[in-house]
């Protein structure tokens, strides 16, 4: 059944990402899609005065040939000279075959994950400015610092470091944009990170969907893990998710993600369940993902959820004790435009 709250804030959301009755619009969906993002997508659409084709591919193969030479069983054509897809697939197959084909550069992609029909992580007008204010200062600052009253306090030169910010909004710099939406990540280039990240009971071990039941102490010198302690069986578990990647590059340093949008807050702490679920945590605000291994594989084998952290970007405060600082949180009426029903 359709939400109509979600209804009223995804036709808002198209408007910003200016689809309108002049737009040729492709809805693709698979046996993975729920039914209500569907039927919320089309009544969005309707709204708007677009009259969408709706294409249901079978199997992985022909929605990657929809987007790359427009040949699926003679179906793709109409897609591959849309505006824009709205890929309602669980696995976003269409979003993740137009971002490494050059072919398809002239499509926006649209990827609605399963996640945003609660309503909670829908883009905002706000959140752009926030999440590109973020991105701005991490491409031009010089070091970030992550610390916590745990003993945690793991620095990292940031410059020539490559920042990926998402906000879930199509524009003329933006052509691909999915939901859940709203973080900045930071891949180090410069690789200089040393220090030491203690995670706690409660956080996320996003890698295998649970929370840490003891602290973890990761020691970093000169870019490579050097040690992990801990009491429990954490660190051992920690231990064989690094060794899968068969690399000496697994143990390289992190990556930084912090998540931005107001969404519905962590509620139960310290053992949130936003913690153990990846697409949740990347996004929240103030939760901060850490990711370990090498680079470019992905996913990477160790992904962490870690919440009440602080972050600085030099002298600058981005986190204090989990909450985003200054202008980098979320006002009350976004705040307010992001609870469910």
Request: aromatic letters at 4%.
């Amino acid at each position: 059944m359709t939400s109509w709250r979600l209804l009223e804030s995804f036709t808002r959301q198209l408007e910003l990402s200016s689809v309108d009755e002049h737009s040729r619009v492709v809805v693709v969906a698979d046996n993975t899609t729920t039914a209500s993002i569907v039927e919320t997508t089309r009544l969005a659409l309707e709204r708007l005065g677009v009259i969408a084709l709706e294409i249901h591919p079978r199997g992985r193969a022909t929605v990657t040939e929809l987007v790359i030479d427009g040949t699926a069983n003679g179906i793709a054509g109409p897609a591959f000279d849309a505006d824009l897809i709205i890929d309602c697939t669980h696995g976003g197959d269409v979003y993740g075959a137009s971002r490494t084909n050059t072919s398809s550069d002239h499509i926006a992609v649209l990827h609605i994950d399963p996640i945003a029909a609660s309503g909670r992580y829908l883009p905002h007008t706000a959140l752009r400015q926030r999440v590109d204010q973020l991105s701005h200062h991490c491409s031009s600052g010089d070091r970030m610092t992550l610390t916590d009253e745990h003993g945690t306090d793991l620095s990292f030169l940031l410059a020539n470091a490559f920042v990926q910010a998402t906000h879930g909004l199509i524009g003329d710099n933006e052509p691909r944009a999915r939901f859940p939406a709203g973080s900045v990540r930071v891949q180090p280039t410069e690789f200089e990170a040393n220090g030491s990240l203690v995670v706690m009971p409660g956080d996320g071990n996003l890698s295998t969907g649970t929370h840490f039941a003891a602290p973890v102490r990761i020691s970093f010198e000169d870019d490579q893990i050097t040690n992990i302690e801990s009491n429990g069986s954490d660190a051992d578990l920690l231990r064989a998710l690094l060794e899968q990647a068969d690399s000496p590059l697994g143990y390289r340093s992190p990556s930084i993600n912090i998540g931005m949008h107001a969404g519905p807050g962590l509620v139960a702490k310290p053992f949130d369940p936003v913690l153990r679920n990846s697409q949740s945590a990347r996004v929240q605000a103030g939760v901060v993902t850490v990711a370990v291994g090498p680079p470019g594989l992905a996913p990477l084998p160790v992904q962490l959820a870690l919440a009440g952290r602080s972050v600085m970007i030099g002298e600058l405060p981005i986190l204090d004790a989990g909450m985003l600082q200054g202008s980098f949180g979320p006002d009350a009426y976004e705040t307010a435009s992001t609870k469910s029903e």
